[in-house]
């Protein structure tokens, strides 16, 4: 099964014509490249995809997997990509509903491999040896131990969520320039996954509230705050939500399927980077980014049913945005980018399912709505302070909900004023510079537990509405 190559031909915008000469092209390549991992379609404009399925994960009622595959399989070369779309299929490569297995969240991170080393095998996330392994993350704004520093990432609302990124953008990778010599570029995939079949609060379960998991300790073995009420450290790899009682144990097998489109690298495409915001950010009165992920939202006691948390941040470049979108979990409404003088930059609503059918289950976000602005219309001055807002209902509570906002940002080279060969230059230290710091518990993207830990002497506090 891992084996299987899928290939997937656009029609979108394509004459009938064509269509079907792509459709024959298809066929027949499939025909051919069944066996070969490096099969793909390539079309008229350029563009390619690729369908890939992660190693196989293994459910039972009630159980989290929380896996870390190294060496993902992603596109080679230096390439622009277009988009990112994943979902949880079944061995048959059937859509699974939410309500059966909950995806809390999915991350693709890149990093550097010194060439010549094996590769982690494990599923685990401490697999790294420092100074064999150079994270490679998204350009900001939460520190880089924050574990937001992944290039793609979304949650439940996977399937109906736009990734893509419109011409003449793309998100750079595989540049030769930019890999440290004697290393080459590698992708993690992580996928943290709840099946809740047979659960006795399937709600609750997805929420990770520690009261239904089988854990006393966090999965390093440290005892909980007194008023950890869920979150991450509640369902980590292999915990077990509580089932019903009387239930017989039936297995799963699934797997994350993801596609990738892109193009290759040309001179024609301006690249896009990627920023992640976090409504837990406490820079604004710190002056570090410092992002917690998660956040906890109480019952409201009054007839305001809305809990609106804010967090500012100061960009780090000028830039023309490209593309926007939030991430929120259930209970989310919306969510909101502001520039300085109050301008709406991007806002994005949380859709509802409304039934029971794979991309449409009711009472799970099951897409955000997301920002394409006219080229060139949504400008980010170099240090303005921007506002992320975030809106969850709080006629009940919720535990362990996020506030994440992600723009793709295509940097305005004419008001740089400095030469390009410097901006190139400024790349490699960077990294090394993380390396350094924080070695690659960086990117283990949801590693938030450990970092928060260490971080914050009381932890798990909650940041300031
Ligand atoms: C929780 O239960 C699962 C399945 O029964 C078991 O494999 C796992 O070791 C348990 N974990 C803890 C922390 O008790
Ligand atoms: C969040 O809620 C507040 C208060 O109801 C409202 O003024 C604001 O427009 C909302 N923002 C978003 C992004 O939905």
Redesign the pocket.
């Known amino acids: 099964m891992e084996q299987k190559v899928f290939i997937k031909y656009f029609s979108g915008t394509m004459s009938r014509g064509t269509r079907g000469i792509v459709f024959l092209l298809a066929i027949a390549l499939l025909a051919i490249c069944a066996q070969n991992t490096q099969a793909r379609v390539t079309l008229e404009n350029g563009v390619k995809s690729k369908v890939y399925l992660s190693p196989k994960i293994a459910l039972h009622q009630g159980?989290v997997a929380n896996k870390y595959y190294y060496d993902m399989e992603f596109p080679k070369g230096h390439i622009a990509i277009k988009s990112f779309n994943a979902e949880v299929v079944d061995e048959e490569g059937n859509p699974v509903s939410l309500k059966e297995t909950y995806l809390h969240h999915w991350v693709a991170a890149r990093y550097y491999q010194r060439k010549g080393i094996k590769e982690p095998k494990h599923y685990g996330n401490l697999g790294f040896q420092q100074s064999d392994h150079i994270p490679a993350g998204n350009a900001g704004v939460c520190n880089s131990a924050s574990g937001l520093s992944q290039f793609f990432g979304l949650g439940s609302e996977t399937r109906k969520t736009s990734t893509h990124v419109p011409d003449p953008y793309g998100i750079e990778v595989g540049n030769p320039l930019e890999i440290p010599s004697g290393y080459e570029e590698k992708w993690l995939l992580n996928v943290h996954a709840i099946d809740t079949r047979g659960v006795v609060d399937a709600m609750g379960c997805t929420e990770c509230r520690c009261s239904l998991?089988?854990?006393?300790?966090d999965e390093y073995g440290q005892p909980f705050k007194p008023n950890y009420a869920g979150g991450l450290y509640c369902c980590y790899d292999?915990?077990?939500c509580k089932v019903k009682n009387g239930l017989e144990s039936v297995k799963r097998n699934v797997y994350m399927k993801y596609t990738v489109t892109w193009v290759d690298w040309s001179e024609s495409i301006i690249p896009v980077k990627i920023y992640i915001f976090d409504v837990t950010d406490s820079w604004q009165y710190t002056g570090i980014h410092d992002c917690l992920i998660e956040f906890d939202v109480e019952q409201s006691t009054t007839n305001e049913c809305m809990d609106t948390r804010r967090s500012k941040s100061s960009f780090p470049i000028a830039g023309d945005v490209v593309y926007g979108v939030a991430h929120l979990h259930s209970g989310g409404i919306g969510s909101a980018l502001y520039g300085e003088d109050g301008r709406v930059i991007c806002s994005s609503r949380a859709i509802y399912g409304e039934g029971n059918e794979a991309g449409d289950e009711s009472g799970y976000i099951v897409g955000m709505t997301t920002c394409y602005p006219k080229p060139g219309s949504i400008k980010i001055a170099n240090g303005e302070v921007l506002t992320l807002e975030s809106n969850y209902s709080s006629q009940k509570s919720h535990i362990g909900v996020m506030g994440l906002f992600y723009i793709l940002v295509a940097e305005s080279s004419t008001t740089l004023g400095s030469p390009v060969q410097i901006h190139q230059e400024s790349k490699v230290p960077i990294f090394f510079w993380g390396v350094a710091a924080f070695g690659l518990a960086i990117f283990a993207a949801i590693v938030v537990a450990y970092r928060r830990r260490r971080q914050n002497g009381d932890g798990y506090h909650s940041i300031a509405t």
């Open positions: 159980s998991y089988n854990v006393t300790v292999e915990t077990q």
